[in-house]
């Protein structure tokens, strides 16, 4: 490089990365549910600070061979540093981390572009307080719009995939954007100085922008799943309704019919016929006076109108359930799962021919420290799949989904879901770890 790349590229004053990742965490620090309130969460910052200082002043004094390093010593500090001030699980603050890393990498990267823009121009102190201008602009502007996407009143967490993906992100930005930094000597890397910087902050905008859109993406698909699973519960409550009012029409016309079964009992002189006209009355009313009763009214509606469907079918359902071990499911993904668990054995059930056992098992269980969903149905054996899944045999649109919307509603309490089969049974097992009651 020639002599006037040099002091281009002249690294970024340690201190100040600093102050950009303790910033970039600060973001977070406002926009997320905090752990503690304002004076502890103040504590927590300054030391935060004290740590992002000494950790870069630190990795300033090493070798460049031991750059990365210093730099992920730098970012595990402020993964601590948002663990701490936020009410997140582990997850949740890898995935914070990830964003704040890659955030402090945009401001660090906008400042020093325009403090090696105007270098020399300026003196020290003007060089200070454009850092804090350019740092307050970026920070607040990435601040105002990731604020919508954080809920402040609910405890922070973060799936798997949404990690790895963070994660991933974060790590090619900065991989990309410190490329020519490494070695000039690659199709991707930059020749000149104004280029190379101009380079890392376009690749550290493009970081930011794609984790943004990756958690928007997430949201929309979070809020898709609600709604088909709200559509659902509002389908199966109209399920309730219609099998409510046939239940009232019916013993209406019981009711009526009653008086005169009871003349024709009373009018009745033979013992034996009269007992025997009593034992068809009570068999007329028994299903009168079954009430499906779990201890958990979400789960009593569902059971309710899927028992009323599988009635109508020639179907035997036997109920063996504890619903309370279920009351840390929200409505909507307990009617996803048992809703859908329950369509797919009334329909496997189904297959069988009207003078074949026709029978459903549906049960609710803790075993160890486990809560174990389990519906087991008749079939035909035959099972259609789709590459490694089982689909329906229904067609048409909203239907082949079934099995995969039990396990996303399982996914989101940390359930695993198994299925079995031999010549007559198909079997479903959901199972969750403990959990105390959802408030």
């Not at 300026?122 to 740092?135: E, I, K, M, R, T």
């Not at 919508?148 to 967490?157: G, I, M, P």
């Not at 099972?383 to 490694?388: N, S």
Request: overall charge neutral; glycine content about 8%; aromatic content about 8%.
């Amino acid at each position: 490089m020639n002599d006037v790349v040099g002091p281009v590229l002249a690294e970024i004053p340690r201190y100040l990365t600093a102050i950009a990742e303790w910033g970039a965490c600060l973001v977070y620090l406002l926009i997320a549910r905090r752990r503690f309130s304002l004076l502890p969460t103040i504590g927590i910052a300054v030391l935060g600070l004290v740590v992002l200082l000494a950790v870069q002043t630190w990795a300033g004094t090493l070798p460049i061979a031991w750059w990365i390093p210093g730099m992920s010593v730098a970012a595990a500090a402020m993964f601590g540093f948002v663990h701490l001030g936020l009410d997140t699980t582990a997850r949740g603050a890898g995935f914070i981390a990830a964003r704040a890393f890659v955030l402090a990498e945009l401001a660090a990267s906008v400042y020093w572009q325009l403090d090696r823009f105007y270098a020399g121009r300026v003196d020290g102190a003007v060089q200070a307080l454009g850092a804090l201008v350019v740092y307050g602009v970026v920070l607040g502007a990435v601040a105002l719009m990731e604020r919508h996407q954080f809920n402040r009143s609910a405890r922070l967490d973060a799936s798997g995939a949404l990690l790895v993906g963070s994660v991933a992100i974060a790590i090619a930005t900065f991989g990309i954007s410190n490329l020519s930094f490494v070695s000039v000597d690659t199709p991707f890397s930059g020749r000149f100085g104004s280029e190379i910087l101009y380079i890392r902050t376009l690749v550290d905008l493009c970081g930011c922008i794609a984790l943004h859109v990756q958690l928007r993406v997430h949201h929309e698909a979070v809020a898709r799943r609600d709604a088909e699973a709200m559509a659902q519960l509002l389908r199966s409550q109209h399920d309730q309704y219609e099998i409510t009012r046939r239940a009232i029409d019916e013993v209406n016309r019981k009711h009526h019919d009653m008086k005169h079964h009871l003349e024709a009992i009373r009018s009745e002189q033979d013992a034996s016929a009269r007992s025997r006209m009593l034992d068809d009355l009570e068999d007329s009313i028994r299903r009168y006076g079954a009430v499906v009763d779990t201890g958990n009214h979400v789960l009593d509606a569902i059971m309710t109108a899927k028992l009323s469907r599988a009635g109508e079918r020639g179907i035997e359902v036997s109920v063996v359930a504890d619903g309370r071990l279920l009351s840390f499911m929200r409505p909507l993904e307990l009617t996803s799962l048992i809703g859908n668990a329950l369509d797919n054995a009334i329909e496997g059930a189904s297959t069988l021919a009207p003078d074949q056992l026709r029978q459903i098992r549906f049960a609710v269980f803790s075993q160890d420290d486990f809560t174990m969903v389990r519906v087991e149905n008749t079939f035909d054996g035959t099972l259609l799949r789709d590459g490694d899944r089982i689909v329906t045999r229904q067609r048409g649109r909203g239907h082949g989904y079934g099995l995969r919307n039990i396990e996303t509603a399982a996914a989101a309490y940390d359930g695993v879901v198994s299925v079995a089969s031999d010549e007559n049974w198909f079997s479903l097992r959901v199972l969750f770890p403990v959990r105390l009651p959802a408030e």
